[in-house]
């Protein structure tokens, strides 16, 4: 149970396609986090893109540079007690996996939420525009249509936003930080198909 | 004073040639600040380049590049109330002078440290060999040989590692901190300056 300011931080990776709904949730977990008086931080995608990443594209190299660039930043935080919450599309199953193990090896929780939405809906839903630019050709690199997303294999919680309010999403992620820390999550299938390849 | 946990953080700024002992100074001031029970967190030049700006060089504006990268980072861990040491050279005026300003917009504390040598000595102890390097004309864009260094012209603090131990430099920096924060920083003379400009 997360309740009081001492206690030692964790982060919260959402991950998932364009528009699924990641920085929606994350504002209402950051909402919820902060009423239970812990220190909160949003590392959001674009955000932090501008921040740190400006001048990277979206090359599988580039992607993986910034993911780690926040992967880096996430541990400085939540080893100094703060719950972060990562709103990045990270599309690539290895880097969540390295990102992941880095923030583990400093004895600091990593809960992978998987944001899904079917591919229809968000082209139907297009709130950018993006999904019509992407399928017309005009955008390079788009993940989900020009890029690959790998879909986690055994994320911590997954959550859908074609099916669910965005106030049972955040419950059920909740939920998950009430229970206790699972002792063997270095074994978790994600990361020994890793080790063993 | 700063003893509680529950403080605000701050972000003390070491800025100084190569070898005049800025990450010495810092590992100190880390180990002493640690000991009131503050969370406190070192970002050290190197460390950082590597971690949020591999792929920049050092060019002047590489430089402010990597410089607001140290200070977007140190601002999300001073607002958790992390006491941050910065261990950069920074040779740009104006380039501290912003990164003080996104620091105190957002209500923290800066603490500019000007950790002096002259160069003289720089080049007669020239730890790493870079001094020798760069005299030879092997190293490019190296601060205080071949590329410029603007000394602060209103430091918060001066400390001088040819006349002082790392022991009376800590202590001059500590002795700030128990200070109250002065009303009339932004007025400095230094952030006049750059105003008028």
């Known amino acids: 149970m997360i309740t009081r300011r001492e206690e030692t931080g964790l982060v919260i990776w959402l991950t998932g396609l364009s ?3 990641k ?3 994350a504002r209402l977990l950051e909402e919820k986090l902060a009423a239970t008086a812990r220190r909160v931080e949003t590392l959001d995608g674009d955000e932090v893109r501008e921040n740190l990443s400006r ?8 992607r993986d540079t910034n993911v780690r660039r926040i992967g880096f930043v996430a541990r400085l935080l939540a080893r100094n007690a703060v719950v972060v919450l990562v709103a990045a599309i990270t599309p690539y199953r290895q880097s969540r996996d390295d990102v992941r193990r880095s923030v583990e090896d400093e004895g600091i ?3 992978e939420v998987f944001v899904r939405c079917p591919l229809d809906t968000l082209v139907e ?3 950018k525009g993006l999904y019509l630019k ?3 050709g005009e955008i390079a690199n788009f993940t989900g249509i020009s890029d690959p997303y790998e879909e986690p294999l055994s994320p911590d919680v997954v959550v859908d936003s074609s ?4 106030e049972q999403s955040a419950a059920k992620v909740l939920s998950l930080l009430e229970e206790p820390r699972q002792p063997a999550e270095s074994s978790k299938p994600e990361a020994q198909v890793r080790a063993q390849m």
């Open 19 to 21: 528009g699924a709904g």
């Open 23 to 25: 920085s929606t949730l």
């Open 55 to 62: 001048g990277l594209g979206f090359s599988k190299e580039d």
């Open 109 to 111: 929780r990593f809960v």
């Open 125 to 127: 839903r297009d709130v």
């Open 134 to 136: 992407a399928l017309a």
């Open 163 to 166: 099916t669910e309010s965005v």
